[in-house]
């Protein structure tokens, strides 16, 4: 499936990878000669740090590869505001606890929940896609409770 980002999204995972790629793989290279300038890799705690953080380094790379190599960066422009789309702010009546809530959707990768970004494959985010201003949408959530909300409004 499709990883759907904007323009913005893109690029600081671009930027990340090429940060990674080039100055990270430099000091992982310089801390894995220094901890074998230290002899005995059987028993070097140092040597085998470096090596567990070449191999999360590398891990991130292939994640961010992949990641990139699959998304579709949305054209906020031509987005229309008819119907939640990925890339669209949905200002929201939360029915259980009587306030007001606004989530911006957005792919995967950039989702922060703190800062009222979700991902467009998150349980609240796949029951609002495709539903309009007006419409009550049900959320089962992972933990089995069930919430409701209204949509009060889209925009971008």
Same mark, same amino acid.
Do not use: H, W
């Given at each position: 499936?499709?990883?759907?980002?904007?323009?913005?999204?893109?690029?600081?995972?671009?930027?990340?990878?090429?940060?990674?790629?080039?100055?990270?793989?430099?000091?992982?290279?310089?801390?894995?000669?220094?901890?074998?300038?230290?002899?005995?890799?059987?028993?070097?705690?140092?040597?085998?740090?470096?090596?567990?953080?070449?191999?999360?380094?590398?891990?991130?790379?292939?994640?961010?590869?992949?990641?990139?190599?699959?998304?579709?960066?949305?054209?906020?422009?031509?987005?229309?505001?008819?119907?939640?789309?990925?890339?669209?702010?949905?200002?929201?009546?939360?029915?259980?606890?009587?306030?007001?809530? /606004? *989530? $911006? #959707? !957005? +792919?995967? @990768?950039?989702?922060?929940?703190?800062?009222?970004?979700?991902?467009?494959?998150?349980?609240?985010?796949?029951?609002?896609?495709?539903?309009?201003?007006?419409?009550?949408?049900?959320?089962?959530?992972?933990?089995?409770?069930?919430? /409701? *909300? $209204? #949509? !009060? +409004?889209? @925009?971008?």
């Amino acid at each position: 499936m499709a990883n759907e980002m904007t323009q913005e999204g893109y690029e600081i995972l671009r930027r990340e990878l090429e940060e990674l790629k080039t100055t990270g793989r430099d000091e992982i290279a310089a801390r894995i000669k220094e901890a074998r300038s230290f002899g005995d890799l059987s028993e070097n705690a140092e040597y085998d740090e470096a090596m567990n953080a070449q191999a999360i380094m590398e891990s991130r790379i292939s994640k961010l590869e992949a990641e990139l190599k699959d998304a579709v960066v949305l054209d906020e422009s031509d987005i229309s505001t008819d119907i939640v789309k990925t890339g669209l702010k949905v200002m929201l009546y939360d029915v259980d606890f009587d306030e007001q809530v /606004e *989530y $911006k #959707i !957005l +792919g995967k @990768s950039q989702s922060d929940p703190d800062a009222g970004i979700i991902s467009d494959q998150s349980p609240v985010g796949k029951a609002l896609l495709g539903r309009s201003i007006g419409e009550t949408v049900s959320v089962a959530l992972p933990n089995g409770a069930t919430i /409701e *909300y $209204k #949509i !009060l +409004g889209i @925009s971008k």
